[in-house]
């Protein structure tokens, strides 16, 4: 059964308030992403990167509903999924530049993060089976814990998914899969490389699948509360599918989407609706997670580059 909260995207009064601590997370990845963009624009970052501007709302709403014994696997596109996680802005972006304090010793850059129950990789497709094997390793713990994989709609053309999909329903395991579908993969739109939908390739498996168009955080969240509830209890598998945008480009500099396509992807997103409708919250937040990137920027930057033993 499709879950459909709100309209695609946003609208205005589309945005429900929300408590400080999740607007500050939202506007922290934010701030941290166009941060970012701007070292790279300055010359001070190699290497590429991919930002979730737009899509930041999605690892904020799950963050609650996660166990810190969890497993995390994130993808490409994970700086929100990490500072989701740990709040560590000053550690991740030390793994990006390179520099001392970094969470692999800049080993990992901006796609590929080991830290506790969380693990990030550039391979498309690579996560799900991992997250297959992990979910069978909590499984037979029998603790109520389970493994969440991102993955974007694009990674639906990579094989390994749905042999992961198979297991997960036939060995009844806990895992949680959540799609960012943006309908861009990379450069090629959904609807020119995808036939039939996710809805339909999670129910071939038997497994349920829940799709979410709206970016109203405590509303999805609440809704999703029991599902999550029945994968870590009752090993059930899910699919969580959210409509979502790419505000920016691919990586760091690659956007060969059409003007109007940019435009409706800023028309829907939730951060100037939230700013107008909740003026004041959203001036004080967003000033002390601005002064906060800002102040991690010149801590990392001033660093010294990292070292590791061979």
Not at 215 to 222: F, G, Q, S, T, Y
Request: negative net charge; glycine residues 10%.
């Amino acid at each position: 059964m499709d879950v459909i909260v709100g309209n695609r995207g946003v609208t205005a009064g589309g945005v429900s308030p929300l408590a400080d601590e999740d607007l500050g997370l939202l506007l922290l990845i934010r701030h941290f992403e166009l941060a970012l963009l701007d070292l790279f624009d300055q010359g001070k970052l190699n290497g590429t990167t991919h930002t979730c501007l737009g899509q930041e709302y999605i690892p904020v709403v799950l963050r609650p509903l996660l166990d810190e014994r969890d497993y995390v696997f994130s993808n490409h596109r994970g700086h929100g999924h990490y500072l989701a996680r740990y709040d560590d802005p000053a550690g991740l972006l030390a793994e990006i530049m390179g520099r001392e304090g970094a969470i692999c010793n800049g080993v990992g850059g901006s796609q590929h993060i080991l830290r506790g129950t969380y693990m990030s990789t550039g391979v498309q497709g690579q996560s799900l089976p991992i997250a297959v094997g992990t979910a069978m390793h909590l499984e037979r713990g029998g603790q109520p814990l389970l493994a969440l994989a991102y993955i974007g709609d694009g990674t639906w053309g990579e094989g390994s998914v749905y042999e992961a999909l198979n297991m997960a329903q036939l060995w009844r395991l806990p895992l949680v899969v959540v799609v960012e579908n943006n309908r861009i993969a990379q450069s090629t739109p959904t609807e020119r490389q995808m036939s039939g939908t996710i809805a339909d390739r999670a129910r071939a498996f038997g497994i349920r699948h829940h799709r979410i168009t709206g970016v109203d955080v405590e509303a999805i969240r609440a809704d999703l509360v029991p599902l999550v509830a029945e994968t870590r209890h009752q090993n059930r598998p899910l699919v969580l599918e959210f409509d979502t945008y790419r505000l920016g480009p691919h990586s760091k500099g690659d956007d060969n989407r059409a003007p109007e396509l940019i435009r409706e992807a800023e028309e829907h997103d939730w951060h100037p609706v939230y700013a107008a409708r909740f003026p004041e919250q959203f001036d004080r937040i967003s000033a002390v997670q601005s002064r906060r990137v800002a102040e991690v920027v010149a801590d990392v930057t001033a660093r010294p580059l990292s070292t590791w033993e061979q």
